[in-house]
C-alpha cells in the first residue's frame, strides 16, 4: 500500500485538503522504490518539513522503461488511435478542472509562490497545454511528395517510442505537463523525473493518470535525484528522445550522455540573461508595470526573468523612480503564500536562496549601487527583497550570469546601435522585451535580437500555440505550438514503386 501525505488548510486564500501518494508510479501502480530511501520536501515559507517522498534510483529508471516499452508496443503508440489519445487528454482536462484549486494549492505549499499566482499562472498554462495538445492527437500526419509518375513517395511521423523528461522546481506542474502532453498525443509514452524539491503536484497528478484510463506503463514517474535517476534517463539505451528543462550544466551533461550512448534525441530550455531594452518614447506607466512583473513573477524563479533591463538616457530618471516604488509594492506584498493579498514569496529552497545572496553580495562587492532590497525578507523561510542595482558594467557576474532570483541590473544607454550590442553580449539567448512607441523601431531591434521569443511592448506573454525556445546557450529544440509537437515525432519517408523498372 503507497504512503499518502495529507494535510488540511484552513488560509484566507485556501480552505481544504490537499493530498498526494509518495511513493514511485510506474506501471499504473504505486510502488516502493527497488533500493529505499527518502527525500525530505520543505515548504519554503517557513523552513519546515512538508513530507518525505520515496526516493528511486537507476533499478526503478530499468523498471520503469521495461513497463514504457511494453505499453508502447501493445496498449499505446501507434495500436491506439489519435482519436483514442485525444479523448483521454481531454478526461485530464476535465479531472484537472475539478481538482485545479487543490493543485494551486499544493504547488504554493511546495513551491512558496502565491496562490493566487499559482491559480491563475499556472494551472492556466496546465490547461491550456492539456487542451492544444489534445486537440492535436488525431491530427499528426505526414505528407504526399510528388516526385514522378512511377513512384509514389509519402512521409509519416512516428512517435519515438519511450521518451524520458527531467523537471524543474520553479514550474514544476505546468513543465510536466508541458511534457507529457506533446509526448501522450504523439503516441509515445514516458518515463519522467520531478525536481527533487517540488515533486508533489506531478505526483498528485499521478492520481488523475489512473482516473483518466491511460494504459498502465504509458506514464510513469520516478522521483529522485539529479545524478541518480536523472542520470538514468539520460544515459537508459531504451529512451530515445530526452526533454530537460534546466540548468546549462545539467544540459551539458544530458548531451554528454545522449553522445556516449545511443545519440537519443535531445531538446533543451536551459534558461536566459534576457534583456528589456526601454527606448525613450515608451509608455513609462504600462512599460513600469511589465518589467516589474517580467523580473520579479515567481520570485525571479522564470527562465525569461527580464532581469538586465538597459534604459535609454532621456527616459532613466523617471523610469528608476517608478520602478523602485513598482519594487518596493512587491516587497509591501510579501509573506504566507496563502495570505489573499500576497505578490512575492520565498525563494524555493535554503540553497536557492544562499545562491541569490551570493550574487548580491556579489554585486555590492563589484561597485554596483543597491536602489532598493538586496537583504533578506524578515527571520523566515527563504523570503529575499526585490532588488534593483544600478551603476552595473558589463563584466559583473550579475550582469553576465543568470541569478533565477528577484534582482534586477538596470543600465542606462544612448543609442539603438549601442543596447542591441549590449543585449546580445551574452552567452544566453532565450528571450527580450523592447518597450517603445515606434513601430519600425520595435520590428528593427525585435529582429536584432539573439533571442528565440521577443515581446514588444510586453513581458512574459506566453500562448500554448506560439513556439518557445531559445538561440545560443539558452537550449535546443522548442517547445509550445505546433513545433513542440514535432520535437515527439520522428520522420519515416516511403517510395512505393509503381511504374519503375530495372
Given amino acids: 500500500?503507497?504512503?499518502?501525505?495529507?494535510?488540511?488548510?484552513?488560509?484566507?486564500?485556501?480552505?481544504?485538503?490537499?493530498?498526494?501518494?509518495?511513493?514511485?508510479?510506474?506501471?499504473?501502480?504505486?510502488?516502493?522504490?527497488?533500493?529505499?530511501?527518502?527525500?525530505?520536501?520543505?515548504?519554503?515559507?517557513?523552513?519546515?518539513?512538508?513530507?518525505?517522498?520515496?526516493?528511486?534510483?537507476?533499478?526503478?529508471?530499468?523498471?520503469?522503461?521495461?513497463?514504457?516499452q511494453k505499453a508502447y508496443q501493445t496498449s499505446w503508440g501507434l495500436k491506439v488511435p489519435g482519436t483514442v489519445r485525444a479523448e483521454l487528454l481531454y478526461k485530464l482536462v476535465a479531472l484537472f478542472e475539478d481538482n485545479a484549486e487543490e493543485f494551486a494549492a499544493l504547488e504554493a505549499l511546495n513551491c512558496g509562490k502565491p496562490y493566487e499566482f499559482a491559480k491563475q499562472?499556472?494551472?492556466?498554462?496546465?490547461?491550456?497545454?492539456?487542451?492544444?495538445?489534445?486537440?492535436?492527437?488525431?491530427?499528426?500526419?505526414?505528407?504526399?511528395?510528388?516526385?514522378d509518375?512511377?513512384?509514389?513517395?509519402?512521409?509519416?511521423?512516428?512517435?519515438?517510442?519511450?521518451?524520458?523528461?527531467?523537471?524543474?522546481?520553479?514550474?514544476?506542474?505546468?513543465?510536466?505537463?508541458?511534457?507529457?502532453?506533446?509526448?501522450?498525443?504523439?503516441?509515445?509514452?514516458?518515463?519522467?523525473?520531478?525536481?527533487?524539491?517540488?515533486?508533489?503536484?506531478?505526483?498528485?497528478?499521478?492520481?488523475?493518470?489512473a482516473q483518466a484510463g491511460f494504459p498502465p506503463g504509458v506514464v510513469n514517474i520516478v522521483n529522485g535525484y539529479g545524478n541518480t535517476v536523472?542520470?538514468?534517463?539520460?544515459?537508459?539505451?531504451?529512451?530515445r528522445k530526452v526533454s530537460f528543462t534546466g540548468s546549462i550544466l545539467t544540459g551539458r551533461k544530458i548531451q554528454e550522455a545522449s553522445a556516449k550512448t545511443n545519440l537519443k534525441a535531445v531538446n533543451l530550455e536551459l534558461g536566459g540573461k534576457s534583456p528589456s531594452i526601454i527606448f525613450d518614447d515608451a509608455d513609462l506607466g504600462q512599460t513600469v508595470k511589465w518589467a516589474s512583473a517580467g523580473i520579479f513573477i515567481n520570485m525571479g524563479q522564470i527562465c525569461t526573468a527580464g532581469s538586465r533591463i538597459f534604459v535609454q538616457e532621456g527616459i532613466y530618471d523617471a523610469f528608476l523612480k517608478a520602478f523602485i516604488a513598482a519594487s518596493q509594492a512587491f516587497e509591501a506584498q510579501t509573506g504566507d503564500p496563502f495570505s489573499g493579498n500576497t505578490m512575492h514569496g520565498p525563494q524555493v529552497s535554503q540553497t536557492q536562496f544562499d545562491r541569490v545572496m551570493s550574487y548580491i553580495d556579489s554585486g555590492k562587492s563589484d561597485g554596483a549601487t543597491v536602489?532598493?532590497?538586496?537583504?533578506?525578507?524578515?527571520?523566515?523561510?527563504?523570503?529575499?527583497?526585490?532588488?534593483?542595482?544600478?551603476?552595473?558594467?558589463?563584466?559583473?557576474?550579475?550582469?553576465q550570469e543568470e541569478i533565477f532570483g528577484p534582482v534586477a541590473t538596470v543600465i542606462k544607454f544612448k543609442t539603438e546601435e549601442e543596447v542591441i550590442k549590449m543585449?546580445?553580449?551574452?552567452?544566453?539567448?532565450?528571450?527580450?522585451?523592447?518597450?517603445?512607441?515606434?513601430?519600425?523601431?520595435?520590428?528593427?531591434?525585435?529582429?536584432?535580437?539573439?533571442?528565440?521569443?521577443?515581446?514588444?511592448?510586453?513581458?512574459?506573454?506566453?500562448?500554448?500555440?506560439?513556439?518557445?525556445?531559445?538561440?545560443?546557450m539558452s537550449g535546443v529544440g522548442r517547445e509550445f505550438g505546433k513545433e513542440g509537437l514535432e520535437m515527439y515525432t520522428q520522420v519515416k519517408a516511403v517510395h512505393i514503386n509503381i511504374g519503375m523498372k530495372i
Avoid at 529505499?36 to 529508471?61: H, R
Wanted: with cysteine.
Fill in 230 to 239: 536523472g542520470e538514468a534517463i539520460a544515459h537508459h539505451p531504451e529512451i
Fill in 423 to 472: 543585449a546580445n553580449n551574452t552567452t544566453y539567448g532565450l528571450a527580450c522585451g523592447v518597450f517603445t512607441e515606434n513601430g519600425s523601431r520595435a520590428l528593427r531591434v525585435a529582429h536584432a535580437l539573439e533571442a528565440g521569443t521577443a515581446w514588444v511592448n510586453c513581458y512574459n506573454a506566453f500562448d500554448i500555440k506560439v513556439p518557445f525556445g531559445g538561440y545560443k
Fill in 371 to 399: 536602489q532598493t532590497g538586496g537583504e533578506r525578507h524578515g527571520t523566515e523561510g527563504y523570503f529575499i527583497k526585490p532588488t534593483i542595482f544600478t551603476e552595473c558594467k558589463p563584466e559583473m557576474k550579475i550582469v
Fill in 149 to 209: 509518375d512511377s513512384k509514389l513517395v509519402y512521409t509519416r511521423r512516428e512517435p519515438y517510442g519511450v521518451v524520458g523528461a527531467i523537471t524543474p522546481w520553479n514550474a514544476p506542474l505546468s513543465l510536466f505537463i508541458l511534457k507529457i502532453a506533446p509526448a501522450l498525443a504523439t503516441g509515445n509514452t514516458i518515463v519522467i523525473k520531478p525536481s527533487e524539491i517540488t515533486p508533489l503536484t506531478a505526483l498528485r497528478f499521478a492520481d488523475l493518470i
Fill in 121 to 147: 499562472f499556472d494551472n492556466g498554462l496546465c490547461l491550456s497545454s492539456l487542451k492544444y495538445y489534445a486537440g492535436w492527437a488525431d491530427k499528426i500526419h505526414g505528407e504526399t511528395i510528388e516526385t
Fill in 1 to 68: 500500500m503507497s504512503s499518502v501525505f495529507s494535510l488540511s488548510l484552513d488560509t484566507p486564500a485556501y480552505k481544504g485538503t490537499v493530498s498526494c501518494k509518495t511513493d514511485l508510479y510506474i506501471n499504473g501502480q504505486w510502488m516502493k522504490p527497488a533500493e529505499g530511501g527518502a527525500i525530505d520536501v520543505v515548504n519554503p515559507a517557513t523552513g519546515k518539513l512538508i513530507t518525505s517522498v520515496s526516493a528511486g534510483t537507476s533499478k526503478d529508471v530499468d523498471i520503469a522503461v521495461e513497463a514504457a
